[in-house]
Each structure stands twice: as structure tokens, then as C-alpha cells.
């Protein structure tokens, strides 16, 4: 055993976001891109420190030297002030020592991001690499309380379809008699091009372990009743397109039908015709497009993904080449003409860690990726839930109220604090642990606490100290992005307390500061209402000037603190080398 271990979750959930910040590029690029005096900012630091805050790393492809040399001033600026920090000694400080701890208790997000979280997010980005096109076949299944024998029918139903489809049936057809799915009317079954994601995992899972043309010969299962599943596209996905159309809508009556469709479509003629004789395609389209917005701008409509818009123009758009422009194409607005003007390709895996994680998270697949990680976990450590847990906790609290509206300290007493709820190896979870975790968590507190309740809490508040337990154990404290982590929280720590002892603590504003202000921007505070002109007291804009001025004595503080650091560390900047910065991503 490494250690013996003993925990509790008092501010588990403290500055989660640095838990789950990205390991960043993939490959780590030395080259020295500044100098601190005896210290070095390499090339792949300062990268990975941008791309945490760029919304859009593609964005930073696009950047001029002089931009790439302001947010590298930027990043040099947090450099100075941490590099100063550590001289002072100031990380040894027991207030920063605390909270590193503190932090350090949530190392068990870094274990569920490493062990359920990427497994997860690789294999979805895998198959967000591709689109299907899909059809399927529903038959719904009858609530869970009725009689067996209705279930019984829908998969005899199911059955039945199949064998239809097994006799070579046109399975539009056969979707067009059977399928329960109301659209069947519209689409003959056809749901579009779906990627990963999108869809319910039963589906989804289907979908990708077919060939193109072929349909699942047993029914899928969702929450949405029995499924036959066909594929009859593949397509590699992009990131998006960028398009422009020229609209020839129709004018519709009350009842919504066309009343000039035939006017509308020679019009509609008319314009390719001249598109085909080489006129430029966004001259014609701020002459006759009838999407004002877009037709302002050459009929550019934006970048878009595919599968956003309807299927005609969906397909139209996957037969362009950049530049080319489509024929007539039908949609519910009227006739367009579509031109391809731009293709993202599909990002790269780093860039889309951020976004896949958030988006896995949100779904039933992640709840369900944890419960088979702590099950396995569980096992393999032994744990076991004291056989009175439950009732220890029923027996206490008034189950015709909710968690949220109990007062959780007036009904435990110190000693229920210290009972014994579950055990694992070499370590214990007691009723205080769970009571904490109810304090901090919102998850319980509309519910009431009956039985199911209570043991799903006592799952959920065992889980951070049972899962610190094995990120303890297993060594995950000592992996390079476990530790890359920790340096960062510390290095943020740092930062926030020099600024306090050089910058915050050092403003000092005076009554006579204040009023000179006041004096010197009375324009600011006068205004012209009706015929009159009306000038706010100074009491009334007192907060609003305090605020103003300790952020104008804040920056010239700090412009003069980078200004002594920089003399203290010389600063020297590789030019050649912030000139390739960002180039790579």
C-alpha cells in the first residue's frame, strides 16, 4: 500500500475548472520564445496558455507578429509576477500551502476525466470523423404497466417487417405502411445525415456498425420503442461550410399554398441563365435575391453545418467544388442557387477536447460510462455499504420535506457525524462525509428523502473519497498532467497574492481624491432632460467614482510593479520565433 488514507470533502468541488483544463498541444515545442532574466518561456508554454482563452484556435492561425507580440507581453507579464513571487518565498506561505490542499482534494475529477471522461470523448470524436445517412422503421412499445401481451405484439410487428424487408421490399415502402413515426408521411423514414452524438447511444451504436445499404436484421431498442435501422450514405464530416444563395421566394396565401410559383420559377430560370453566361454571381444576388440580409452581402449566408439545413440543399451543396454554384433548388422558401464558397476541414482532436468533454458530459452515455467505472472500482476495492446506511439516515429525516429545506445541523448530532456508513481499503466514508457532500451539492435538494433517494445520495457523496482514495493509490498525483495541473493552480495562487501585497493593498483613495475626480469630470454626470440641465450630486455617484479610480490606480500600479520586475528579469523576446507561434496548431 502507498499510503494510508483518510478524507474529507469539505470544498470538494473548489476551483473545478482548473481540474479540467486540457493537457494542451500535443507536441511540445522548446524553442525558447522569451527569456525572464535566468528563466525560459518555451514556445509550446505560452501556445497552450493562449489556446485555454481562445474561443477559436483557428482564429490565432490569422494573427499578425504585432498581435502574437501582445498577447506574448501579456502572458510574459503573469510570467514576471509568478517568477517574483517564488523569489519572495511567498509559495511557502501556510495561506497558499492550504489552499493547494484543498485543491489537491479534487484530484478524484482528474481520475473520472482520465478514466471515463477521454476514452469516452476519443471514440466520440472517431466517430464525429464521419456522417450516416439513415433511415429507420419505428414501432412504438407500450408503457411498462400494461399487459405483456402488447408488448408481445409490437415485436411481432417488428418481426413481420423485417421479413418484408428480408423479400427485398423497397424499405421506404415498407416505412410508409408500418412505421409509427409520424413523419413517415413526408420522408418515407429518411431521418438525414447524423453523426456521433446526436442520437440515443442504442441508435447511435447501430448506426455505426452498419455498411452502407444495410439495415439492422434485429430491432434496436430505445426509449422510443423498436427500431429497424438502414444506412444509405457515408460521408466524411467537415467543420462547416460557407455558402451564398440566391432566394426566389414564392408568395403564399392564407392557407400557405404558392400563388406565383410559375412566375417565381421562369424568374428563377432566367437568373442561372445569366449566371451561366459568366455574370458574377454576388452582383446578381444583390440585384434579385429575395433574402434581403443575405443579398446585401453578395448572398453570402455564412458558415453553417450541413445538417442544420434542409436535405435538397444539403445534397446539392455536397456535389460543389469551391467556387461552382448549383442549378434550382427546392425548399420549402422557394427556388435557390447555391454557391460553395468555403470548406472547414474537420479540427483536430485538441481543438475539440473542450467541447466534446462538455458535450459527453451532458448525456445519459456519461452517466452511464461512471456507473460501470465505480462498479469496477467498487469491486476492486472492496467496498461495502454498512447494512443499517440507509435506514441510519430515513430514520432522521422527514421524508414529506425536501433535502433542500431540512436543517441538516439541527437534526445530526456530533456523534451521527461519526458514523460509520460504507467502507473500502484502508479507508471509511461516514455520515459526516455524506452530509457534507448534501451542504455542497444542488443535485438532492428538490427531492424528498425516501429510500431511493437516500441511496442514491450515499452513491454520489462516497464517490470524490472512494475515487481520491484511488488517485492516491494508483500514482495518478504523480503524472505529468496531474502535475502540470498543480503548477498552474499554484502559479494562479501566486499571481493573486502579489498582486494583493503590490497592487490592491497599495490603493488608497481620499475624500479629497474623490471630489477632484468629480470636479475634473462634472460632464460625466451632467445630462440634458426636457430643457433642463441636470447634474447628479456627488454622494449619488460617489460608488460609481470609487470604482473608477481604484481600476485607474490599479493599472498604474501595475504598469509600474511590470515596469521594476522587468528590470529585476530582464526581458528578452525572440522575435523569429513568435513569428511561428501558433503556425502548427
Given at each position: 500500500?502507498?499510503?494510508?488514507?483518510?478524507?474529507?470533502?469539505?470544498?470538494?468541488?473548489?476551483?473545478?475548472?482548473?481540474?479540467?483544463?486540457?493537457?494542451?498541444?500535443?507536441?511540445?515545442?522548446?524553442?525558447?520564445?522569451?527569456?525572464?532574466?535566468?528563466?525560459?518561456?518555451?514556445?509550446?508554454?505560452?501556445?497552450?496558455?493562449?489556446?485555454?482563452?481562445?474561443?477559436?484556435?483557428?482564429?490565432?492561425?490569422?494573427?499578425?507578429?504585432?498581435?502574437?507580440?501582445?498577447?506574448?507581453?501579456?502572458?510574459?507579464?503573469?510570467?514576471?509576477?509568478?517568477?517574483?513571487?517564488?523569489?519572495?518565498?511567498?509559495?511557502?506561505?501556510?495561506?497558499?500551502?492550504?489552499?493547494?490542499?484543498?485543491?489537491?482534494?479534487?484530484?478524484?475529477?482528474?481520475?473520472?476525466?482520465?478514466?471515463?471522461?477521454?476514452?469516452?470523448?476519443?471514440?466520440?470524436?472517431?466517430?464525429?470523423?464521419?456522417?450516416?445517412?439513415?433511415?429507420?422503421?419505428?414501432?412504438?412499445?407500450?408503457?411498462?404497466?400494461?399487459?405483456?401481451?402488447?408488448?408481445?405484439?409490437?415485436?411481432?410487428?417488428?418481426?413481420?417487417?423485417?421479413?418484408?424487408?428480408?423479400?427485398?421490399?423497397?424499405?421506404?415502402?415498407?416505412?410508409?405502411?408500418?412505421?409509427?413515426?409520424?413523419?413517415?408521411?413526408?420522408?418515407?423514414?429518411?431521418?438525414?445525415?447524423?453523426?456521433?452524438?446526436?442520437?440515443?447511444?442504442?441508435?447511435?451504436?447501430?448506426?455505426?456498425?452498419?455498411?452502407?445499404?444495410?439495415?439492422?436484421?434485429?430491432?434496436?431498442?430505445?426509449?422510443?420503442?423498436?427500431?429497424?435501422?438502414?444506412?444509405?450514405?457515408?460521408?466524411?464530416?467537415?467543420?462547416?461550410?460557407?455558402?451564398?444563395?440566391?432566394?426566389?421566394?414564392?408568395?403564399?396565401?392564407?392557407?400557405?399554398?404558392?400563388?406565383?410559383?410559375?412566375?417565381?420559377?421562369?424568374?428563377?430560370?432566367?437568373?442561372?441563365?445569366?449566371?451561366?453566361?459568366?455574370?458574377?454571381?454576388?452582383?446578381?444576388?444583390?440585384?434579385?435575391?429575395?433574402?434581403?440580409?443575405?443579398?446585401?452581402?453578395?448572398?453570402?449566408?455564412?458558415?453553417?453545418?450541413?445538417?442544420?439545413?434542409?436535405?435538397?440543399?444539403?445534397?446539392?451543396?455536397?456535389?460543389?467544388?469551391?467556387?461552382?454554384?448549383?442549378?434550382?433548388?427546392?425548399?420549402?422558401?422557394?427556388?435557390?442557387?447555391?454557391?460553395?464558397?468555403?470548406?472547414?476541414?474537420?479540427?483536430?482532436?485538441?481543438?475539440?477536447?473542450?467541447?466534446?468533454?462538455?458535450?459527453?458530459?451532458?448525456?445519459?452515455?456519461?452517466?452511464?460510462?461512471?456507473?460501470?467505472?465505480?462498479?469496477?472500482?467498487?469491486?476492486?476495492?472492496?467496498?461495502?455499504?454498512?447494512?443499517d446506511a440507509i435506514t441510519f439516515f430515513t430514520g432522521r429525516l422527514d421524508s414529506t420535506?425536501?433535502?433542500?429545506?431540512?436543517?441538516?445541523?439541527?437534526?445530526?448530532?456530533?456523534?451521527?457525524?461519526?458514523?460509520?456508513?460504507?467502507?473500502?481499503?484502508?479507508?471509511?466514508?461516514?455520515?459526516?462525509?455524506?452530509?457534507?457532500?448534501?451542504?455542497?451539492?444542488?443535485?438532492?435538494?428538490?427531492?424528498?428523502?425516501?429510500?431511493?433517494?437516500?441511496?442514491?445520495?450515499?452513491?454520489?457523496?462516497?464517490?470524490?473519497?472512494?475515487?481520491?482514495?484511488?488517485?492516491?493509490?494508483?500514482?495518478?498525483?504523480?503524472?505529468?498532467?496531474?502535475?502540470?495541473?498543480?503548477?498552474?493552480?499554484?502559479?494562479?495562487?501566486?499571481?493573486?497574492?502579489?498582486?494583493?501585497?503590490?497592487?490592491?493593498?497599495?490603493?488608497?483613495?481620499?475624500?479629497?481624491?474623490?471630489?477632484?475626480?468629480?470636479?475634473?469630470?462634472?460632464?460625466?454626470?451632467?445630462?440634458?432632460?426636457?430643457?433642463?440641465?441636470?447634474?447628479?450630486?456627488?454622494?449619488?455617484?460617489?460608488?460609481?467614482?470609487?470604482?473608477?479610480?481604484?481600476?485607474?490606480?490599479?493599472?498604474?500600479?501595475?504598469?509600474?510593479?511590470?515596469?521594476?520586475?522587468?528590470?529585476?528579469?530582464?526581458?528578452?523576446?525572440?522575435?523569429?520565433?513568435?513569428?511561428?507561434?501558433?503556425?502548427?496548431?
Amino acid at each position: 500500500m502507498k499510503r494510508k488514507y483518510s478524507a474529507s470533502i469539505a470544498k470538494i468541488f473548489l476551483l473545478v475548472f482548473f481540474v479540467l483544463l486540457a493537457a494542451g498541444c500535443s507536441k511540445k515545442d522548446k524553442s525558447v520564445i522569451a527569456e525572464l532574466g535566468d528563466e525560459d518561456i518555451y514556445l509550446y508554454e505560452f501556445e497552450e496558455q493562449i489556446l485555454k482563452t481562445t474561443p477559436n484556435p483557428d482564429s490565432l492561425k490569422a494573427k499578425s507578429f504585432e498581435e502574437k507580440n501582445a498577447l506574448l507581453k501579456q502572458y510574459i507579464n503573469y510570467r514576471l509576477k509568478v517568477k517574483d513571487a517564488r523569489d519572495r518565498g511567498l509559495d511557502t506561505l501556510p495561506d497558499i500551502k492550504n489552499d493547494l490542499q484543498e485543491f489537491k482534494k479534487n484530484i478524484y475529477l482528474f481520475l473520472i476525466n482520465k478514466e471515463v471522461v477521454y476514452p469516452q470523448i476519443e471514440k466520440l470524436y472517431d466517430r464525429k470523423k464521419y456522417e450516416y445517412k439513415v433511415s429507420h422503421i419505428l414501432v412504438n412499445l407500450p408503457p411498462k404497466d400494461v399487459k405483456p401481451e402488447d408488448s408481445l405484439r409490437a415485436y411481432l410487428k417488428i418481426d413481420s417487417i423485417i421479413s418484408k424487408l428480408s423479400d427485398k421490399e423497397e424499405f421506404s415502402n415498407v416505412a410508409k405502411q408500418f412505421s409509427e413515426d409520424g413523419s413517415v408521411v413526408n420522408n418515407g423514414g429518411e431521418l438525414g445525415y447524423i453523426t456521433g452524438g446526436m442520437t440515443v447511444t442504442e441508435f447511435e451504436d447501430a448506426v455505426y456498425s452498419l455498411g452502407v445499404g444495410n439495415y439492422t436484421k434485429t430491432p434496436v431498442r430505445t426509449q422510443f420503442g423498436l427500431h429497424i435501422i438502414k444506412v444509405t450514405d457515408k460521408r466524411k464530416s467537415v467543420e462547416s461550410v460557407r455558402a451564398s444563395h440566391i432566394l426566389f421566394q414564392e408568395k403564399r396565401d392564407s392557407l400557405g399554398a404558392a400563388i406565383d410559383s410559375m412566375e417565381v420559377l421562369e424568374k428563377a430560370l432566367k437568373t442561372l441563365e445569366r449566371l451561366k453566361n459568366g455574370e458574377e454571381f454576388e452582383s446578381v444576388a444583390k440585384e434579385v435575391s429575395d433574402d434581403i440580409r443575405s443579398s446585401q452581402r453578395g448572398g453570402d449566408i455564412g458558415h453553417f453545418n450541413k445538417r442544420q439545413v434542409p436535405p435538397a440543399i444539403d445534397s446539392a451543396l455536397s456535389e460543389l467544388k469551391i467556387g461552382e454554384h448549383t442549378g434550382l433548388v427546392r425548399s420549402q422558401m422557394g427556388w435557390h442557387i447555391l454557391k460553395l464558397t468555403e470548406i472547414k476541414e474537420f479540427p483536430e482532436f485538441e481543438k475539440m477536447q473542450e467541447s466534446l468533454k462538455s458535450e459527453f458530459m451532458r448525456t445519459e452515455g456519461y452517466v452511464k460510462a461512471l456507473k460501470e467505472y465505480t462498479d469496477k472500482i467498487k469491486e476492486k476495492y472492496k467496498f461495502e455499504l454498512m447494512p443499517d446506511a440507509i435506514t441510519f439516515f430515513t430514520g432522521r429525516l422527514d421524508s414529506t420535506q425536501t433535502f433542500g429545506s431540512l436543517n441538516l445541523d439541527s437534526i445530526f448530532t456530533i456523534e451521527d457525524m461519526s458514523k460509520v456508513i460504507a467502507t473500502f481499503e484502508n479507508g471509511e466514508i461516514k455520515a459526516g462525509d455524506i452530509i457534507q457532500y448534501l451542504k455542497t451539492s444542488a443535485t438532492f435538494s428538490g427531492r424528498t428523502p425516501v429510500y431511493r433517494a437516500i441511496e442514491e445520495l450515499i452513491e454520489n457523496g462516497s464517490q470524490p473519497i472512494l475515487f481520491n482514495y484511488v488517485a492516491i493509490e494508483e500514482d495518478y498525483d504523480e503524472s505529468p498532467e496531474y502535475t502540470a495541473q498543480i503548477l498552474e493552480y499554484e502559479n494562479g495562487l501566486l499571481k493573486f497574492k502579489i498582486e494583493q501585497e503590490e497592487i490592491n493593498s497599495k490603493i488608497k483613495l481620499t475624500e479629497e481624491d474623490l471630489q477632484k475626480f468629480y470636479s475634473e469630470n462634472i460632464s460625466k454626470y451632467t445630462m440634458q432632460i426636457g430643457d433642463s440641465t441636470v447634474t447628479k450630486a456627488f454622494e449619488d455617484v460617489r460608488g460609481e467614482i470609487s470604482n473608477e479610480l481604484q481600476q485607474q490606480k490599479a493599472k498604474e500600479l501595475d504598469n509600474a510593479f511590470i515596469d521594476n520586475l522587468k528590470l529585476k528579469y530582464p526581458v528578452v523576446i525572440h522575435n523569429d520565433v513568435v513569428e511561428k507561434s501558433f503556425t502548427k496548431l
